[in-house]
């Protein structure tokens, strides 16, 4: 015999919830490029590690060890631009928004 299956209702959540309250656009953004900024920090505190770990390997060459580490320097550092940028107009955009809002 098949077991008669208990129906549930699906409920299909658009934002994601936070206690009580949904998260709007702005602020889901908000978090997603402040770990953004967390992983891009963490990953600069262990670029080195992470170069020497890349020759130990094998897939780095000695002699480029110190270039391949500022590489990957410059990279983290444009990152972390990019980031701050998309975060500077997302502030901006919602600044904007909430003083039209008062008017």
């Known amino acids: 015999m098949i077991a008669a299956r208990q129906k549930t209702p699906s409920v299909r959540r658009r934002v994601p919830r936070v206690g009580r309250a949904p998260l709007d656009r702005q602020a889901r953004e908000f978090v997603l490029l402040l ?20 020759v130990a390997n094998g897939h780095v060459r000695a002699g480029f060890a110190e270039s391949s580490e500022l590489l990957i320097g410059l990279l983290l550092f444009v990152c972390w631009g990019v980031l701050s940028v998309r975060m500077a ?15």
């Open 89 to 103: 107009r997302l502030m901006a955009a919602s600044r904007a928004e909430r003083t039209d809002d008062f008017e």
């Open 35 to 54: 770990l953004g900024h967390l992983v891009v920090f963490a990953l600069s505190l262990a670029h080195d590690e992470i170069v020497s770990e890349l």
